[in-house]
Structure formats: structure tokens, C-alpha cells
């Protein structure tokens, strides 16, 4: 008999669980930007679970190289300007610029980017003349802001341009959540200028805006993960049927109304057994990766145009208290962790671990 083995790698063996490299030449850290071009398409959900658990899953039907990767301070360029703060977290390099995905900094600053198709729109309000672009954003958050509100505070003065990571590169159209371990916001480039709302569910998905998304949690206001009372002869025939009108499917609407539901009912601060509630690092890790598989796409459950499979690549979670990053794949479920350590945090070069590899498979 054989069972998915399931473990957390602490850095030491993560560094040869994700077959780390620590090359300081940006030829060897550099993607092909054609491949840029099809983060137009992708889905994604992200949840803050509670103070110190932040997590997001992505979907798409191909890999462009993504990979975990950790920027000590000071070596990375945004502009003119290096980053005061070590960042960890998926993404590509172009040139010798990391564009993160998602991440994590020294300070416990998480941010997500998400798509948001049909809505962005860039190079626009007060700020124009001041901006980044859009596949740039994650880096300059936290590379140099250690919290929300320092985050709010440096997007009241900038904007979201119309260029892409390179002039070969066209913009791509995202919004983008951040977590702390006090508050969560969102933050959508609009025809208005760049809006940053705080975010009360703690949920973004995709398009549409996140207003559309909030109005729409009224749906949920008459379920329960508690049974109803039969209101006429016939039995209730199984548990859980509180929950009956809760949304299954796949798209943006459906995913978001799913993981607030599911993120409000369900405790991530424990294994939800009546254990320590501080304990969020084991118990609370396998739950937050329970809620993140109910939003998560299996492969050929969403077919792209071209009738390519849709799936979710990877799930991680960011813990915010003490920056670590834990990680599962589609072919890889064994659950993986790297620690933002203060050695990484002044280390001379940008260290990359692949992320992909086979699963684990163990006699029981």
C-alpha cells in the first residue's frame, strides 16, 4: 500500500528539494520575454487567512520558468533605487530584475498578483508621469515598504504605467492583494487612477472589480456549514447540506464566493481539532492548503481557447510572522518550505529554486 508522503523541508534540505542555484550572472537568470506574454490569461485566487497565514494558488496551462526566488537586499534595481528589503517568492527574472508573482519580504509584507482582464487600465490619474509597470509592482512593494500602510502610502504618489517588464514585453493586466499581519488591501489600476481599497474578506480573485466581487457575498448570507432544520416530513439525508447553493465551478465569481466562505468557517490557526490556537504552523499550514484545493483547478476540469488544460500549477503560502514560503505543485504535493533567514537577507547574489519536480510516493 503507498500514500502521498506529505512533510515540511526545512531550508537546509529545501535548498536540495528545490535544486537551488546561486549565479550571479544574469545570463543564466534570464527568461525569454516571449514567454511574458502569457501571463494575460491566467487565474489565480489568494486568501490572508488570518494574521500570520497568506496564501494564493495559480493557474494556468503552461510553465514560462517560474521559480522561488530570494533578492538579499540591496540587489535588486527598480529604477534607480535598490531595494532595502529581502523579498522571497515565485516568479522570472528579466535582465537581472526579478518580477515576482507573489511574495514575501523580511518584514512580512505579502503581496499577490492576480489577472484583471478587461478592467486594467494603466498610465492614467494624477500620478502618471510616476509610474512602474505592472509586472514590476510586486518588486518595488516590498522591496521597499514593511507594511500596508507603508504600501498605501507609496501608491498614493505613484501609477501603474502602460509599458511592460521591456519594451519587447506589452503590459499585462493584473490587480494585486497585500497582507500584513494587522490588515490586507487591494489594489486595481482603473480608468480613475490606481485604487487601493482595504480588503474586509481577505479574498481576491479575478476579474471583474472587487467591488462586483463584495456585492455578490450577499448570495452567501443563508448558508451554514451547519445542517438545516427539516422544515417538512421529509429527512435531511446527509451532512453538510447548509452549504447546498454554494458555487462549484471555476470562474473568478464562483472561486471567490467559495474561498470566503470556506476561509470564514473554517479555523487555519490550528488543525481545527481543538489544539493550540497559536499553533499555526503545522496544523494550520495543512488547513490553509485544505481551503486553497477547493479553489484550485484540476487538470482538464478548464480548457484555455485552444483547448489546451487549465490547471492549478502551484499553491504556496506565505507565513507572515516569520517569512517563510511553503509550497505544493501539481506533480508535487509533498508540502515544501524555504525560510527567509538572515544569511539569505545579506547574501551577495540572487539564489533561485526550481520548483517543479516528481511526487514522492512512500510505502505506508
Request: charged share 20%; with cysteine; net charge negative.
Given at each position: 500500500?503507498?500514500?502521498?508522503?506529505r512533510?515540511?523541508?526545512?531550508?537546509?534540505?529545501?535548498?536540495?528539494?528545490?535544486?537551488?542555484?546561486?549565479?550571479?550572472?544574469?545570463?543564466?537568470?534570464?527568461?525569454?520575454?516571449?514567454?511574458?506574454?502569457?501571463?494575460?490569461?491566467?487565474?489565480?485566487?489568494?486568501?490572508?487567512?488570518?494574521?500570520?497565514l497568506f496564501?494564493?494558488?495559480?493557474d494556468?496551462?503552461?510553465?514560462?520558468?517560474?521559480e522561488?526566488?530570494?533578492?538579499?537586499?540591496?540587489?535588486?534595481?527598480?529604477?534607480?533605487?535598490?531595494?532595502?528589503?529581502?523579498v522571497m517568492?515565485?516568479?522570472v527574472?528579466?535582465g537581472?530584475?526579478?518580477?515576482?508573482?507573489?511574495?514575501v519580504?523580511?518584514?512580512?509584507?505579502c503581496?499577490?498578483?492576480?489577472?484583471?482582464?478587461q478592467?486594467?487600465v494603466y498610465?492614467?490619474?494624477k500620478n502618471?508621469?510616476?509610474?512602474?509597470?505592472s509586472?514590476?509592482?510586486?518588486?518595488?512593494?516590498?522591496?521597499f515598504?514593511?507594511?500596508?500602510?507603508?504600501?498605501?502610502?507609496?501608491?498614493?504618489?505613484i501609477?501603474?504605467?502602460?509599458?511592460?517588464a521591456?519594451?519587447k514585453?506589452?503590459?499585462?493586466?493584473?490587480?494585486?492583494?497585500?497582507?500584513?499581519p494587522?490588515?490586507?488591501?487591494v489594489?486595481?489600476p482603473?480608468?480613475?487612477?490606481?485604487?487601493?481599497?482595504?480588503?474586509?474578506?481577505?479574498?481576491l480573485?479575478?476579474?471583474?472589480?472587487?467591488?462586483?466581487?463584495?456585492?455578490?457575498?450577499?448570495?452567501l448570507?443563508?448558508?451554514?456549514?451547519?445542517?438545516?432544520?427539516a422544515k417538512?416530513?421529509?429527512?435531511l439525508?446527509s451532512?453538510?447540506?447548509?452549504?447546498?447553493?454554494l458555487?462549484?465551478?471555476f470562474?473568478?465569481?464562483s472561486?471567490?464566493?467559495?474561498?470566503?466562505?470556506?476561509?470564514?468557517?473554517?479555523?487555519?490557526?490550528?488543525g481545527?481539532?481543538?489544539?493550540?490556537?497559536?499553533?499555526?504552523?503545522?496544523?494550520?499550514?495543512?488547513?490553509?492548503?485544505?481551503?486553497?484545493?477547493?479553489v484550485?483547478i484540476?487538470?482538464g476540469?478548464?480548457?484555455?481557447?485552444?483547448g489546451?488544460?487549465?490547471?492549478t500549477?502551484?499553491?504556496?503560502?506565505?507565513?507572515?510572522?516569520s517569512?517563510?514560503?511553503?509550497?505544493?505543485?501539481?506533480?508535487?504535493?509533498?508540502?515544501?518550505?524555504?525560510?527567509l533567514?538572515?544569511?539569505?537577507c545579506?547574501?551577495?547574489?540572487?539564489?533561485?529554486?526550481?520548483?517543479?519536480r516528481?511526487?514522492?510516493?512512500?510505502?505506508?
Amino acid at each position: 500500500m503507498v500514500f502521498f508522503y506529505r512533510r515540511f523541508l526545512p531550508l537546509d534540505v529545501c535548498i536540495y528539494a528545490f535544486g537551488a542555484e546561486n549565479d550571479a550572472s544574469s545570463s543564466n537568470l534570464a527568461i525569454p520575454l516571449s514567454n511574458l506574454e502569457r501571463l494575460v490569461k491566467i487565474l489565480c485566487t489568494a486568501i490572508r487567512f488570518n494574521e500570520r497565514l497568506f496564501g494564493r494558488t495559480f493557474d494556468y496551462e503552461r510553465s514560462y520558468g517560474e521559480e522561488l526566488i530570494v533578492t538579499p537586499r540591496g540587489r535588486m534595481k527598480i529604477g534607480e533605487a535598490e531595494n532595502r528589503y529581502a523579498v522571497m517568492g515565485i516568479g522570472v527574472i528579466v535582465g537581472e530584475t526579478p518580477l515576482y508573482f507573489d511574495g514575501v519580504n523580511e518584514w512580512g509584507l505579502c503581496a499577490a498578483a492576480l489577472n484583471f482582464p478587461q478592467y486594467a487600465v494603466y498610465g492614467v490619474g494624477k500620478n502618471a508621469r510616476a509610474g512602474v509597470s505592472s509586472a514590476h509592482l510586486i518588486s518595488l512593494i516590498l522591496g521597499f515598504c514593511r507594511s500596508c500602510e507603508e504600501a498605501r502610502d507609496m501608491l498614493s504618489h505613484i501609477s501603474v504605467s502602460a509599458e511592460g517588464a521591456d519594451e519587447k514585453t506589452p503590459p499585462t493586466p493584473l490587480h494585486w492583494m497585500l497582507s500584513d499581519p494587522r490588515s490586507s488591501l487591494v489594489v486595481e489600476p482603473l480608468a480613475s487612477g490606481l485604487s487601493v481599497l482595504d480588503n474586509p474578506v481577505g479574498v481576491l480573485t479575478n476579474s471583474p472589480r472587487f467591488d462586483y466581487h463584495l456585492a455578490r457575498l450577499a448570495d452567501l448570507t443563508a448558508l451554514s456549514p451547519r445542517n438545516p432544520l427539516a422544515k417538512n416530513a421529509a429527512p435531511l439525508y446527509s451532512r453538510g447540506m447548509g452549504a447546498i447553493g454554494l458555487p462549484g465551478d471555476f470562474s473568478s465569481s464562483s472561486r471567490f464566493l467559495r474561498a470566503a466562505f470556506l476561509k470564514e468557517c473554517c479555523d487555519c490557526t490550528s488543525g481545527g481539532g481543538g489544539q493550540n490556537k497559536a499553533d499555526c504552523t503545522s496544523g494550520g499550514v495543512g488547513q490553509a492548503f485544505d481551503i486553497l484545493s477547493s479553489v484550485a483547478i484540476p487538470r482538464g476540469a478548464v480548457l484555455s481557447d485552444g483547448g489546451e488544460a487549465v490547471f492549478t500549477r502551484y499553491s504556496a503560502l506565505m507565513d507572515m510572522d516569520s517569512p517563510t514560503y511553503y509550497l505544493t505543485t501539481a506533480a508535487c504535493r509533498t508540502v515544501r518550505k524555504a525560510i527567509l533567514t538572515d544569511s539569505l537577507c545579506e547574501g551577495q547574489h540572487i539564489v533561485k529554486f526550481p520548483i517543479y519536480r516528481e511526487e514522492i510516493i512512500a510505502e505506508i
